[in-house]
């Protein structure tokens, strides 16, 4: 399946800046180490300033954010800012929507951020159903988004069996991630090719704003529309092609988001912050540089630059389900979706200077996951009749994708069941806590006394009066990437809070108000990667508490 990503857009954009097609060039994570251009490994160890750790950073600033929650059901719209605190740098950023059922990517692009630049977009329900993003801002993107266009989020990446209504719908819900790929300082870089006397980077001359505008020159932002050969010039490389050459460097983060859902009739609004992995930490903050090009060209060695289970190229990576044994098979070698340039950086792709050994992207997306799993999830609800109020739950799981995807191809020995297992070292997602269900991948919550406890205002608790819907499961399972659990919902098909339709489950509790701790321990009690937060609206307000964790 191969997607189409504003495919209008870019071909105007190549035409424009006088490119034919684009080369399939050699491409590398590069990483702030003695020789940037080998592979980092026990010969070739970091410089001091390189970042070797991930964090969670609880201000909210850092290399990697994710917003847990996007919608456009209903009559709901979602805003997002992102802001790029670094007042020297400007910052290359991919942007990715992800959809809730499964997290296909439903629409991407490539950001450019100039120094304390803020870049803000709406994404709204067009009339065809599909979301669609659309911003009067002036910052830099790649294909170029302009004021009064309304991008459609595209489809190839959902199941094909589906009605056209059935995925517009796939595309009004999902989390987004966002990844700083590479600075762009204002000094020209050492290998690129500048006019005699030149002194700043064409490519940050090109992006940042001039009386509230960015040029967005073309010539500037061309190199940018092909792969990096090296990091600085080797003996083959000419200046043109290395991460330097095309006026970029080593990110070092600095980013923060910030999102708003609101109900554009009822006007209710829901805002937060996204949540913020940084890279290292004092002055050794320098992350690899991710950057791949906003290309449909083939990624070529996607091995070493995802865990994507859809992706992968090795069969002793992964293994699928046989639906009709419930036995694992290896994969085939040919992989289910092959991977574009434009699938690529995502949060799997290794983003530390570490060894060879704990520098893959199966590696990175495990450290990742470890620092997001939640052995139990607590949080208030609020469901008072009188005052109409409704809570909804949201939890979203960005990094399951690479543990465990849905394969839609269906391909015999799969029948209807398309899961696909990354191969860790450390499984948070395998056979035995996962389901199919609605074409859906569903992971079990915690059953009995560790799963749902249920106080009210009064000290009342109990673990066991409650009744889930739909369906006869008797306990709480996560149907989808970003799911919903709507808390005293009845049998309703649309939640309360945020209408939410296409990964929900309803908790039917004894009391209107009071507070639930859900387990969420996981395979051998390493937890479950979990973000979000409990949405509460009435006829007098709405309220977004993040959810707490215990880790």
């Not at 540089?289 to 002793?316: E, K, R």
Request: glycine share 8%; net charge neutral; hydrophobic share 40%.
């Amino acid at each position: 399946m191969k997607k189409s990503i504003l495919s209008a857009s870019i071909a105007a954009m190549i035409g424009g800046l006088g490119f034919a097609g684009l080369a399939n060039a050699a491409i590398g994570v590069y990483s702030d180490a003695a020789d940037p251009n080998a592979p980092v490994a026990a010969g070739n160890a970091a410089n001091a300033t390189a970042a070797t750790t991930l964090a969670i950073n609880e201000a909210g600033i850092g290399n990697i954010l994710v917003v847990p929650y996007f919608t456009t059901q209903g009559t709901n719209a979602t805003l997002l800012n992102i802001t790029n605190t670094d007042a020297s740098n400007g910052k290359v950023v991919k942007v990715r929507f992800r959809g809730a059922s499964n997290s296909d990517d439903i629409f991407d692009f490539t950001l450019m951020l100039s120094p304390g630049d803020v870049w803000a977009a709406k994404v709204s329900q067009g009339a065809d159903g599909r979301s669609q993003l659309e911003t009067a801002d002036k910052t830099c993107t790649l294909p170029s988004i302009v004021a009064t266009q309304k991008n459609s989020f595209p489809t190839g990446r959902l199941n094909s069996s589906l009605t056209d209504a059935q995925k517009a719908n796939e595309t009004r819900e999902g989390y987004i991630e966002i990844l700083n790929m590479a600075d762009v300082p204002k000094a020209v870089q050492t290998n690129q090719a500048v006019a005699s006397g030149v002194t700043t980077n064409p490519l940050y001359t090109a992006i940042k704003h001039v009386n509230g505008v960015a040029p967005c020159t073309a010539s500037a932002l061309a190199p940018l529309l092909s792969a990096a050969t090296d990091y600085v010039a080797g003996a083959t490389d000419t200046t043109a092609t290395t991460i330097q050459g095309k006026g970029m460097k080593f990110p070092t983060g600095k980013l923060m988001a910030n999102w708003t859902i609101i109900d554009t009739v009822k006007t209710a609004t829901f805002s937060g912050a996204a949540t913020a992995v940084a890279a290292g930490s004092g002055t050794a903050i320098n992350a690899n540089v991710v950057f791949f090009p906003q290309s449909d060209a083939a990624a070529g060695n996607v091995d070493a630059w995802s865990a994507d289970p859809l992706f992968q190229t090795t069969s002793t990576n992964i293994s699928r389900i046989n639906p009709a044994t419930g036995s694992s098979a290896s994969g085939s070698g040919t992989p289910f979706i092959a991977a574009s340039y434009y699938d690529l950086p995502d949060l799997s792709t290794p983003y530390l200077a570490l060894t060879t050994a704990t520098n893959t992207p199966f590696a990175h997306a495990e450290t990742l996951t470890a620092r997001l799993a939640a052995k139990s999830v607590i949080n208030e609800y609020l469901t008072t009749t009188s005052i109409g109020a409704t809570t909804d739950w949201v939890f979203s799981s960005p990094t399951r994708r690479y543990n465990v995807a849905m394969n839609y191809a269906y391909a015999s020995p799969l029948g209807g069941d398309g899961r696909v297992y990354s191969l860790w070292t450390n499984n948070y997602f395998d056979s035995t806590n996962t389901s199919v269900s609605g074409g859906k991948i569903c992971v079990k919550a915690d059953t009995g006394a560790a799963g749902v406890n249920q106080w009210d205002r009064e000290e009342t608790t109990t673990s066991s009066q409650f009744v889930i819907s739909p369906g006869t499961v008797t306990n709480v399972v996560f149907c989808g990437e970003t799911s919903v659990l709507a808390i005293n919902n009845g049998t309703n098909t649309s939640s309360g809070s945020l209408s939410a339709s296409l990964a929900l489950q309803n908790l039917n509790v004894t009391s209107n108000e009071g507070w639930i701790s859900l387990g969420t321990s996981g395979l051998s009690n390493r937890g479950l990667p979990v973000l979000g937060g409990a949405f509460a609206k009435s006829s007098a307000f709405g309220a977004m508490w993040p959810h707490r964790y215990t880790r």
